[in-house]
């Protein structure tokens, strides 16, 4: 999930402590570390990397997806994070009618974000329907969910989620119990948001 690094429409709490430019810049350089990252599992075949992007028309989005070395894009269109997240699900099965595969979702603002990371993840889902990456600001940087669940008719996690607050993780932890779903956590991590979560990791 990639936001175009736009000057003044990207960071914008950040750029209040570092400049429109700089945030910028923080942006691009982050959303192409957790790509390398990502391509760096699809070279050997254990992952297929798509492009969500927002903040760009079609045939731009087409232009950076080239240039970042990524075949596979789609806009994430309107809505929530959770309308975005669902819309991507459901154009995978709409494009991949021949089986169901897991899904992954990544956030593009963790420039400490690995390649271990991934394979956490992929190893976890063999055992569980849902894996969360939790963030310092209460949401999460990573949620994948397995073939198994996504074989359904999926709605979890994207009702009764009050988004960009500090209760994402929290509701989206209640809605598992609630549907008695097995689930499993990686490490935590800071998304970078504003200076001060820049001075945390250091």
């Given at each position: 999930?990639?936001?175009w690094?736009?000057?003044?429409?990207?960071k914008?709490?950040?750029?209040?402590?570092?400049?429109?430019?700089?945030?910028?810049?923080?942006?691009?350089?982050?959303?192409?570390?957790?790509?390398?990252?990502?391509?760096?599992?699809?070279?050997?075949?254990?992952?297929?990397?798509?492009?969500?992007?927002?903040?760009?028309?079609?045939?731009?989005s087409?232009?950076?997806?080239?240039e970042?070395?990524i075949?596979?894009?789609?806009?994430?269109?309107?809505?929530?994070?959770?309308?975005k997240?669902?819309?991507?699900?459901?154009?995978?099965?709409?494009?991949d009618?021949?089986?169901?595969?897991?899904?992954i979702?990544?956030?593009?603002?963790?420039?400490?974000?690995?390649?271990m990371?991934?394979?956490?993840?992929?190893?976890?889902?063999?055992?569980?329907?849902l894996?969360?990456?939790?963030?310092?600001?209460?949401?999460?940087?990573?949620?994948?969910?397995?073939?198994?669940?996504?074989?359904?008719?999926?709605?979890?996690?994207?009702?009764n989620?009050?988004?960009?607050?500090?209760?994402?993780l929290?509701?989206?932890?209640?809605?598992?119990?609630?549907?008695?779903?097995?689930f499993?956590?990686?490490?935590?991590k800071?998304?970078?948001?504003?200076?001060?979560?820049?001075?945390?990791?250091?």
């Open positions: 999930m990639a936001k690094h736009a000057y003044g429409r990207c914008t709490r950040l750029s209040k402590d570092i400049g429109k430019i700089c945030s910028a810049k923080v942006q691009k350089k982050m959303t192409e570390h957790t790509v390398k990252v990502a391509k760096s599992l699809e070279s050997k075949g254990l992952i297929d990397v798509s492009l969500a992007i927002s903040g760009l028309g079609f045939q731009k087409k232009r950076w997806s080239s970042l070395g075949k596979n894009f789609n806009l994430q269109g309107k809505g929530c994070l959770g309308e997240m669902r819309r991507q699900i459901l154009i995978s099965k709409k494009f009618l021949t089986k169901t595969r897991n899904i979702f990544i956030g593009t603002d963790l420039p400490d974000f690995c390649h990371d991934l394979l956490n993840t992929l190893s976890k889902l063999k055992k569980n329907d894996i969360i990456g939790p963030s310092n600001d209460g949401g999460y940087w990573l949620i994948a969910f397995s073939k198994r669940l996504l074989s359904t008719d999926l709605y979890f996690p994207f009702v989620i009050k988004w960009s607050s500090e209760d994402v929290k509701q989206t932890i209640e809605n598992s119990n609630s549907m008695n779903l097995k499993d956590f990686l490490h935590k800071i998304d970078i948001d504003t200076i001060v979560d820049i001075e945390k990791r250091e």
